[in-house]
């Protein structure tokens, strides 16, 4: 018996990363899984991972900031596993510049993907939810559905460089709350985590300091400097990154039944970053 059997989830930038762990790890408490990714082969090997384990999942490609993806995105859960529980809105990249360099171009990408994207996932669900809710409480029935949004301790306390992510991921933490007061009537939790340093490949430091990543065509460089990684890490309690499992951990446990009474929150993993 897994915590998730039955459910069915949706989950951004699933192709690798957090996102991937966390689509492993919803699928391995039993949950259908639909796997977003920009391009289909991570997405697809997501997938076929969770198939050859044993679980049921679906890839869904294409870019969250695309207008028509939130509705396909909802469609694929209910054309495929006849319903939708859990949304997990995770996608996303960092494309920083001190603000005097910063570009109408950059803020408007890194807040179209963090903020603009979730909230219409968030919106081209809410009437699947609320008839699902009208039949579920036709037949005496209550279920608890579970939205967990991913922000970052650079939303919560600000990070030199990325004001365009900062802010995106602080707009992540306020439409939590307001969806948390919006979607009680619904049982569905609304929560947040904000994840400090994750061993990624947002963090990577390549040997010659020069990683960039795709997205859509546009070459974007990633990736912290081995001096400055040192000196965050020194500011870890724990004192050590993230791995991806850990992150994942951190966003499944408010899915599970024992998390029924927590909505409105924003937890912060980072190992005991404050500030
Ligand atoms: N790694 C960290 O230290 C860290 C810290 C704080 C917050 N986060 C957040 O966690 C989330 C996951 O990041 P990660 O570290 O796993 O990065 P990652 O690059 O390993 O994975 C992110 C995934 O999102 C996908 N993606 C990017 N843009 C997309 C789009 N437009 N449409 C669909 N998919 C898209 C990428 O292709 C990639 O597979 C992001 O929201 C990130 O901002 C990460």
Redesign the pocket.
Known sequence: MGKLDGKTAIV??A??????SVALKLAAEGANVVV????ST?ADQVVAEITRAGGNAVACA????DPEFAERFVGTATGTFGGLDIIIN?????WDSVIQKMTDEQWDAIVE??LK?PFRILRAAQPVISKAVKAERETGTEVNRKVVN?????GVFGNAGQVN?SAA?SGVIGMTKTLAKEWGRYQVNVNCV??????????TTPADGDAT?D??GRQIKVGVNPHLLEMATMMIPLGR?GT?EEAAGSVAMLTYPEADYISGQTIVTGGGLEG
Do not use: C, M, W
């Open positions: 951004t930038g192709g690798r990363g957090i996102g991937r977003n990714d920009l391009d991570p294409g870019s969250v900031v995770n996608a996303g990249y960092t993907v963090h994207a991913i922000s970052s301790v650079a992510y991921k904000a994840f400090g340093f994750i061993q990624t490949r947002l963090t990543i997205i859509e990154p991806p």
